[in-house]
């Protein structure tokens, strides 16, 4: 899985709480993603990191907060889980051209499963 | 945004046949393809990948090839075998960190 590690890697948790994954990478590569995988949607991305403290967007990312204080860490935060946000989420990194664009070619984590209950 | 579909969502073949899985997208700016397998349990893992300016691209069994006027692109995997079994997800890139992927295709390789 390409030095990519998530945490935990199940989690139950109840409707309302706070609950933060993390992604951490030993490839020193300059871009994170966070996406969640639903039956029917594929993958889909919350949010994207393209250096320390530098986080944008992705296209569900009603609910997600995300920070990177560290190359090597990315943390996801659900502020107050929903029923909705069950999901298995999936970190991936990517490398930074020497014009600090992203190549295109992203690696995966493993996975966290999330159940809401 | 960009759309992309993915069929079919499941495939059976022998072992030793041929699969085909196909992707349309709807953005003709897309211009990166990769395709991704999944085992039960575990993070998807790219298996080949193609760019808009290359129409056909090979790897051992495993073969992209790309229709941009249609927009579509396809994964064509020969001599199937049993480890073959896995999801498979196709997605587009209009912009490097952004992909929009496909819906997956469940493929089963029957020894």
């Known amino acids: 899985d390409a030095g990519i590690t998530q945490s935990p890697r199940h989690k139950v948790t109840e409707t309302g709480t706070p609950v933060t994954l993390r992604c951490h990478q030993t490839e020193n590569h300059r871009y994170m993603y966070w996406y969640r995988q639903d039956p029917g949607h594929g993958l889909r991305l919350i949010h994207y990191?393209?250096?320390?403290?530098?986080?944008d967007k992705g296209e569900v990312s009603d609910g997600y907060s995300v920070s990177r204080s560290k190359t090597e860490d990315f943390l996801l935060t659900l502020e107050s889980a929903t029923s909705s946000q069950t999901s298995v989420y999936f970190c991936?990194?990517?490398?930074?051209?020497?014009?600090?664009?992203?190549?295109?070619?992203?690696?995966f984590g493993p996975g966290t499963r999330l159940t809401v209950l | 945004g960009e759309n992309v579909e993915q069929h079919p969502s499941t495939l059976s073949v022998q072992e030793g046949d041929s699969a085909v899985i196909k992707c349309t997208y709807s953005d003709s700016a897309s211009n990166y393809f990769p395709w991704y397998k999944q085992e039960l349990g575990k993070g998807p893992q790219l298996i080949i990948d193609?760019?808009?300016?290359?129409g056909e691209k090979k790897d051992q069994r495993i073969a992209v090839t790309l229709n941009k006027t249609a927009k579509h692109f396809s994964l064509h995997i020969t001599e199937t075998q049993p480890e073959d079994s896995a999801v498979y997800f196709c997605?587009?890139?209009?912009?490097?960190?952004?992909?929009?992927f496909g819906t997956g295709t469940s493929l089963t390789v029957i020894p």
């Open positions: 991936a990194i990517s490398e930074a051209t020497l014009a600090r664009r992203s190549t295109d070619t992203q690696y």
């Open positions: 193609i760019r808009s300016n290359v």
């Open positions: 990191s393209y250096g320390v403290k530098d986080t």
């Open positions: 997605a587009a890139s209009i912009f490097s960190n952004q992909f929009y």
